[in-house]
């Protein structure tokens, strides 16, 4: 025989206290004997007692000893494996195999247990005989008069105990009170017709309702509920609205959870938070016949670290630090997916592989992962709850039937949903998002066109107004990647402005004025220098010029030069149709109005450009970066990223390899893709003047219009260049070849107090009325 089949003849090794317990047990009850004898006699000495007990309860001893005997067997039986199979084969075999055959586990488990209580009552009926000198059966009919006469202390080692645990309890049931709150089904008023702008993922929703209202559908032909919904999005795309719609639509009780509710300064108050959460849950879903239970910000509850999938972007309007520096709102005026990239790029602290095909919206993440949130304990009790095992119900049904030898009745279907919504779900432990716990998983994004005009119709359905169904349609094309809650902002901002008038109705001034005002922010009531003034003016006019002349795929929202807290001037652009694809054409677009600004500069003040374009040129670059290395559309194919990855090049293969002259071989794909980069930024540069030189005239025509207004429309900077009646400004003045002649007078003029530093010494042409606050400079366009 083996090694290692000899090992496996061997008895089990029995742990320590299982070999010591019944010794311990009879050693006990012998000195619980000696103790009463010297009870009942004080002037008894211990050893005199104890020498009487050695030969009055002698069956005590040959107890122990044949207990002993048996321990000594196991043990030889542990290191003798010819021992063990001699006694678990030849003497013991035929009587474990026919046990085996006629009794089952579970029921020789329960005749086991009837023998291990019939011999501990054995025992103590023998013990209380030797201790009350009567028989066992008295003994045992006596043992509520000794409970009696020993209740005094019992109780004060009790009030003892539970004084002082009483009060940690106390403590801890006070701290995990809070964070959650029950509405019943009347309470919810909310529906999904309240619900606008996302009708695509109520129908997803409305399908989840109908399994917990007919469960039975799915689950006789061996299916499971779905019993988790997570909800991920922006901000205020209507997450929290929708869940206490389905509460309101089912009729269920609905509880919401506070995002901080699990957050504690002990240990383990979340988790008994959690445990006393689905308790209240289960009674709920038992008595309704469902219950709602939904998490806000699960992003503080779930937090381990763990990067999900995919994920969602930082708050709308963030701008990275690069873009903060004074001079041209350079960030503004690209459209929304450039921004995107350039704002994933301002945040990375290193890029070793691009990102994918650029997102609708901004998808950096602010802080790190991980750390804060509610602790690991609390979300490992939310996961145990979610899927883990239930235990049966009640005390008489776990402990009365196993006390009888019968199962517990298994537990009843609690019909549970849990909603979630946050974010940030890349913040989410993977194991809170598996199926079983987080079933299906929702993307609320931003609404589409149809759904800002519901919604936009739905907020102002609330409020007197008089948008037309034209001017509504405006509207939702003129704001882009709205939420719900914008909207319902921007729409309350345009009554308090109606009210600030005093008019009792909205009008469209009232609504593009309330734009504006969320758009940029009120301005600073800071005045330029008439050079400067006019520098920036043609700054922001070189931006709107090119993007008019090259730029489809954007309309211009709004130019200003009315300096904010970041920025001296902003050319504002908008998409005016949802679009998911981009194109070589529409970033070369993007880099040639970016360009416009150092070109315009360099053109209209002899070859002098300002701080102001720096911004600009990082937008550029970092577009031209990623065209030329990552997407094939500059003069390769090849991805930068992947002949890094792979050193291609390389003599010999090895990272960092020195090539022809020395150099590494991410040295030489550096400047290879520098070079590349520069030459078609030349290029653009190039393009970007030519224009502007072709639309000279325009450049000052705008740049009049905005030191005369400040801030223009789109609709009046369209009317500008094409020298149309605008809703403010009268372009047809600018194609009077006598006014053109004095615009470039002035500007000469400029230039001059520029490079001396002095002042103008001519006014501006006085072609348009006199300026108007900013607030009122928006006058009400036509419908349509």
Known sequence: MTTAAASHAKRKPMPMWDRVRLLLLFAVAFLVIVWAAMADNPLLPFIDSLRIRLVESQWLLWLFGIELLRQV?????????????????????????????????????????????????????????????????????QLPALIWSALPFILQLAFAFFFIAFQFIGLFWLLSRGGVDTYYPDDIKTRF??????????????????????????????????????????????????????????????VFVDPGAFINMFMGVGILKVKSLFRKLRKLALR???????????????????????????????????????????????????????????????????????????????????????????????????????????????????ALGMRPKPPPQYRILVMMATNMPEALDEALL?????????????????????????????????????????????????????????????????????????????????????DLGPPEDVEYIERE????????????????????????DLATIEKGSDYLGMVASIPPEDQFTRWRSEYEADILVSLASLAGERMFFDGDSSSGVSGDLESATTLASFMEGFWGMGSTVSSYSTARRLEVGSPGGGRGAPGKHGESTETMLRKALADRIEDQLSDLLDRAEMILRDNRA?????????????????????????????????GSVYTDPDFLARLEEYHAAVVGAHRGHTGVQIGLPGAQPAPVPASRAISEPEPG
């Open 73 to 141: 067997h196991f043990l030889v039986s542990e290191h003798w494996s010819a021992y063990h199979r001699f006694w678990n084969e030849k003497i013991f075999g035929g009587t474990d195999r026919m046990v085996k055959r006629r009794f089952s586990d579970w029921t020789r488990f329960r005749i086991g247990r009837l023998l291990k209580i019939v011999a501990i009552i054995v025992l103590f009926a023998l013990v209380a005989a030797q201790i009350l000198q009567t028989s066992p059966v008295f003994a045992v009919f």
């Open 193 to 254: 017709r309240d619900v606008w702008g996302q009708d695509h993922v109520l129908e997803r929703i409305k399908e989840n309702i109908l399994f917990l209202e007919r469960p039975e559908e799915i689950e006789r032909k061996g299916g499971y509920v779905p019993g988790g919904i997570l909800l991920w999005g922006p901000p205020g795309t209507g997450k929290t609205l929708m869940a206490e719609a389905v509460a309101g639509e089912t009729g269920r009780p609905y």
């Open 288 to 402: 309704y016949g469902g219950v709602i239970v939904f998490f806000d910000e699960a992003d503080a509850l779930g937090n381990r670290g763990a990067l999900a999938q995919t994920g969602p972007g930082g708050p709308r309007g963030m701008r990275p630090a690069p873009f903060h520096a004074t001079g041209c709102h350079g960030f503004s005026y690209l459209s929304e997916d450039t921004r995107l990239l350039l704002a994933r790029e301002a945040m990375r602290v290193a890029a070793p592989d691009p990102p994918a095909e650029p997102a609708r919206r901004s998808r950096f993440v602010m802080g790190g992962l991980g750390g804060g949130g509610a602790g690991m304990g609390t979300l490992q009790a939310l996961l145990t709850e979610l899927s883990g095992l239930k235990k049966p119900r009640g005390l008489i049904n776990r402990w009365g039937r196993r």
């Open 434 to 518: 598996r199926p079983g716990r987080i079933d299906r998983i929702y993307k609320v994004g931003y609404p589409s066109k149809a759904g800002r005009i519901r919604t936009y119709e739905g907020y102002f359905a609330k409020v007197p107004h008089e948008i037309t169904a034209a001017q509504l349609d405006k509207l939702a094309t003129i704001t882009p990647y709205t939420t719900g809650a914008t909207i319902k902002d921007l729409v309350n901002e345009a009554l308090i402005m109606a009210i600030r008038d005093s008019r009792k109705v909205i009008t469209w001034r009232d609504v593009l004025r309330a734009k504006q005002l969320k």
């Open 533 to 556: 003034r006019h520098a920036v003016a043609v700054h922001e006019g070189c931006h709107a010029v090119v993007a008019f002349r090259v730029r489809e795929h954007m309309e211009i």
């Open 698 to 730: 325009a450049v000052l025509a705008l740049a009049h219009a905005l030191e005369t207004r400040k801030t223009l429309s789109g609709e009046d900077v369209e009317a500008v260049l094409s020298g149309a009646k605008g809703p403010m400004v009268d």
